[in-house]
């Protein structure tokens, strides 16, 4: 299936991530082009080096805790590549595992600031660009966490309600202007922001190993992580034309019989 995203320009926030390398390897290979962010200069090279994809793919450096680096970000990817078509938000905190009553503001703080202020501002951007064209896609990297919640993990959870929220309503504003808005909803996904949850929850007290298995264990079929390259698929689609008709969906990538959506 020609999913024709040849010559696409892809913007990928958190680029150098487990998911986001996956992403930006996905779009590659559809021939796309591909402006990502890195939290280092050093992390950015080296991707663009492994990828060995030319003039395609361009790493830039920004803190998305900062607007103005959100900002320049967008306008320096737009310039580069003379437009943007499809908008991932993916870069995300995993926040710290606390009950209420030792939770602090700035561990919400920290955690809201990269799961929806960036998001939201990555968004905001990008936005008159796909909205003049009358065309394009955004896809946000949410998570299950946006439907179930999880004792102890209130931050990282009620973050991820957020960003649900408030794709939805962006899917509600652009999709009258030829934009369709979607996020997706991974599991657990087998990256190293994966192996640090495990460490915030269990410590030592588990090996790896148990951990996917408690973890993965509800899942309805092989009771393992997702792979990154399942969710980059999963952002294929959604960026595609053949996804034109659907806005606002929280597609779940995790194996399981999820009940909302």
Do not use: W
């Amino acid at each position: 299936m020609d999913l024709k995203l040849q010559d696409k320009v892809v913007l990928v926030t958190g680029g150098t991530g487990g998911i986001g390398s996956a992403i930006v390897r996905a779009f590659l290979g559809e021939g796309a082009k591909v402006a990502f962010s890195s939290t280092s200069q050093e992390k950015a090279d080296a991707l663009v080096a492994e990828l060995d994809a030319g003039d395609k793919v361009k790493g830039f450096v920004a803190d998305l805790n900062k607007e103005e680096d959100i900002k320049a970000f967008v306008e320096a990817a737009k310039e580069h590549f003379g437009t943007l078509d499809v908008v991932i938000p993916n870069a995300g905190y995993e926040g710290k595992a606390n009950p209420v009553q030792d939770m602090t503001l700035e561990i919400f703080e920290k955690t809201y600031a990269l799961n929806v202020f960036a998001v939201m501002l990555t968004m905001k951007y990008a936005a008159p660009t796909l909205i003049e064209k009358g065309s394009g896609a955004v896809v946000v990297i949410a998570s299950a966490a946006a439907f179930e919640p999880t004792a102890g993990n209130s931050a990282y959870v009620s973050s991820k309600y957020a960003v649900a929220g408030l794709t939805k309503c962006v899917a509600m504003e652009m999709g009258p202007a030829g934009i369709h808005v979607n996020y997706i909803c991974p599991g657990p996904v087998d990256t190293p922001m994966m192996l640090r949850i495990e460490q915030d929850f269990f410590g030592d007290s588990m090996t790896h190993e148990e951990a996917q298995a408690m973890l993965a264990g509800q899942y309805a079929m092989d009771k393992r992580y997702a792979k990154p390259e399942e969710v980059a698929n999963a952002a294929l689609y959604l960026a595609s034309e053949v996804s034109a008709h659907t806005a606002g969906m929280g597609m779940h990538v995790d194996s399981k019989v999820s009940a909302a959506n």
